[in-house]
């Protein structure tokens, strides 16, 4: 009963809290916008150049000492797999492919798996509601539109 009680007023503390924001940035005049917008502007151009700075002294540093991060052995494997001598040599390699927590793989990854797979030897497993990895860009919606789940599903509706 005393966790119903907490619970309640936790509830009525997250409405009061949500009708606050909604009431202060929801519902603001197009001019309050553009003024919040102008205001913040500065400091958003100079988290901007920031972040390009960063990124620019981080390409830098990995070519100083000759390292590649995730991302970078992503791109090359693509590059790679563009070539078609080369992508069908690794397709012949693999008899099945199972790939695991497919919600969280996203379009760059999903365009390797395709290189490297045939219609019939692929198996992906997954669950939309569990995607943890947006901030990786990944796209929960690949297991119902990307072109490997189309593919999919005409293997299995056909079967």
Known sequence: MKYWLLNARMQGKGKSYCRNISSSL????????????KAMYPALSKLRDLILDFDNEYKKLKNRRRQLDFDDLQHLALQALSNEAIAKTEKDKFLYIFVDEYQDTNQLQESLITKITSKDNLLCVGDVKQSIYAFRQADPELLSTGEIAINLMTVIWMS
């Not at 929801?26 to 917008?37: C, D, G, H, Q």
């Open 26 to 37: 929801v519902m603001l005049s197009a001019e309050e916008l553009t003024e919040r917008n």
